[in-house]
């Protein structure tokens, strides 16, 4: 499973993508750039949710972690 620091890494090379790509004039002008640069934000938003739900999934996909059901629903936990 990827770490948090590879989700970070991610999210700060889409972002960066995704700044050059809006401020290229060239590749805005194609037809596909658009719908291309959605994509690139829908998957930076997807890491931002799978970074900020990262004990989640950790609980689901692995039998063997310590982290408790009664760990992700406390408030003083999150």
């Known amino acids: 499973m ?3 620091a590879d ?3 991610l999210k700060r090379e889409l972002t960066q993508r995704i ?3 809006n401020s290229d004039t060239v ?3 194609m037809p596909e750039s658009q ?3 959605q994509v690139l934000v829908r998957r930076l938003e997807a890491a931002e949710l ?3 739900n ?11 972690t310590d982290i408790k ?3 992700l629903i406390s408030q003083d936990k999150v």
């Not at 990262?54 to 063997?64: G, P, R, T």
């Open 50 to 52: 799978i970074a900020d």
């Open 7 to 9: 989700l970070e890494a």
């Open 69 to 71: 059901r009664a760990d």
């Open 54 to 64: 990262l004990a989640l999934i950790e609980w689901v996909v692995n039998d063997n």
């Open 35 to 37: 719908g291309r640069i």
């Open 2 to 4: 990827k770490t948090r």
């Open 27 to 29: 590749y805005l002008s």
């Open 19 to 21: 700044k050059v790509l």
